[in-house]
Nanobody, 128 residues
């Protein structure tokens, strides 16, 4: 069982940066892959980024490549999403997710139904 709590959201101007944090409880966090998803009003939950349990491999949706960086510190049971060059279209509630099941493809990492554990979300608003 893993419990997740996000923090770090807020209001930022376009071009600015934010760093989201995901605090995990549970001894097995390091064996869980971790993902970040986002959801805007009226839209489906969208994959943003994911990382292996060991932190070795990362995956990003095309719209955030080169701007966002996912990372984790298993010693601290923490995950992070560094967001730079933010755009108004990045405005959404951002969710941290984790799951212990093995994934070998981008499609698996990007599927929200492949994650059992979810945080409550943190609001990110980017003004133009």
């Amino acid at each position: 069982q893993v419990q997740l709590v996000e923090s770090g959201g807020g209001l930022v101007q376009a071009g600015g940066s934010l760093r989201l944090s995901c605090a995990a409880s549970g001894r097995t966090f390091s064996s869980n892959r971790m993902g970040w998803f986002r959801q805007s009003p009226g839209k489906e939950r969208e994959f943003v980024a994911a990382i292996w349990g060991s932190g070795g491999s990362t995956y990003y949706t095309d719209s955030v490549k080169g701007r966002f960086t996912i990372s984790r510190d298993n010693a601290k049971n923490m995950g992070y999403l560094q967001m730079n060059s933010l755009k108004p279209e990045d405005t959404a509630v951002y969710y941290c997710a984790a799951d212990a099941r093995y994934c070998s493809t981008y499609g698996c990492y990007a599927a929200f139904e492949r994650y059992d554990y979810w945080g409550q979300g943190t609001q990110v608003t980017v003004s133009s």
